[in-house]
């Protein structure tokens, strides 16, 4: 009868302490992979404590996972993994947090004519668009940029630097990131109006597609990228109209604790509200649809107006 009391307890304990380290690594996954059903390999981005070296690397890599992406200023990696030894790599005591490479996409579509409004937005926010930015560096990380006349000052491109983060050039293939930048700094040349502060320069980096979709894993190496070229081009914005929704606290997203490095390097941070609006289908009276990385504290987050063809401020 000891005996099997002994048995019982020690089996009990053993249940407990492997409860025990299940919870502790379950409560650094996102809930995505918290799923019981998920596929035998994920693509992951692991956010560390302190910034990863060749040992945490050599870590993953000997569990048989794939080292995808390593990032320069951000205490993250990008790996492929077993869906199975993410417990394990959850308990690693460096390891802050899981999560999957989620995808993302543009947050506007391009109207037929893009700047026409331009001076009615300038009025009502009592903007007036400033010719003396030369030097100021905007990275726009987005679904690159054409090299059209409206980005050219003086017989010089304002495109200064140009790198692609998915397949192919960093030439625009969908026409959202020229339409940013001309919003932003474009001459208007080919359209009605000039943009915001025409004369900055542009560092072009590509996350988006042919179809407007990308991943976290690529705007997080676009933002990395940024901060290493900060001095050089003189960056001075990071533009991100682009977004996904909310899967955790901004403390814990990979995606929002980029943007906060870009910050804490110097570089203010402008994102999308998203095009969710008063969208109520969660019946959450419209709150809650600003998408990652607009919802992080440290961004400016921009939205959209309804002009009413008006121009006078107060009256939007």
Same mark, same amino acid.
């Given at each position: ?22 919870? *502790? ?29 060749? *040992? ?51 947050? *506007?579509?391009? *109207? ?10 300038? +009025? ?72 915001? +502060? ?29 901060? $290493? ?42 994102? +999308? ?18 998408? +990652? ?7 400016? $987050? ?15």
């Amino acid at each position: 009868m000891e005996r099997t009391i002994k048995l019982l307890v020690n089996a009990w304990l053993t249940l407990t302490v492997a409860s025990t380290i299940v919870w *502790a690594g379950g409560e650094k996954l996102s809930p995505e992979l918290r799923q019981p059903k998920l596929a035998t390999g994920v693509e992951v981005i692991v956010r560390y404590k302190v910034p990863p070296t060749e *040992a945490h690397y050599r870590r993953v890599e000997g569990r048989g996972g794939k080292t995808l992406h390593r990032y320069g200023h951000i205490n993250a990696g990008h790996f492929s993994i077993s869906s199975s030894d993410l417990a394990a790599l959850a308990a690693d005591p460096d390891v802050e947090y899981i999560a999957p490479n989620r995808a993302l996409s543009g947050m *506007a579509t391009v *109207a037929p004519q893009p700047y026409s409004t331009l001076d009615i937005v300038s +009025a009502a926010m009592n903007i007036t668009p400033s010719t003396n930015q030369s030097g100021i560096g905007v990275a726009i990380i987005d679904s690159g940029m054409a090299n059209v006349a409206d980005f050219n000052v003086g017989g010089q491109t304002q495109i200064v630097y140009q790198e692609s983060f998915v397949w192919g050039s960093p030439a625009d293939q969908y026409g959202h990131g020229t339409h940013v930048g001309g919003i932003l700094g474009g001459t208007g040349a080919n359209w009605v109006k000039p943009g915001i +502060a025409p004369g900055i320069n542009f560092i072009n980096l590509r996350v988006l597609d042919q179809n407007g979709n990308g991943t976290d894993a690529g705007v997080i190496a676009a933002i990395d990228q940024a901060i $290493t070229l900060k001095s050089q081009y003189n960056i001075r914005v990071i533009n991100l109209s682009l977004g996904r929704p909310v899967y955790e606290p901004a403390s814990q997203d990979p995606l929002c604790q980029a943007v906060e490095a870009a910050w804490k390097a110097g570089i203010t941070v402008v994102a +999308a509200a998203g095009n969710g609006g008063q969208d109520n289908s969660a019946n959450t009276q419209g709150y809650g649809t600003i998408t +990652a990385p607009g919802n992080d504290p440290y961004v400016i $987050t921009v939205g959209a107006m309804k002009p009413m063809g008006t121009s006078t401020a107060g009256t939007i």
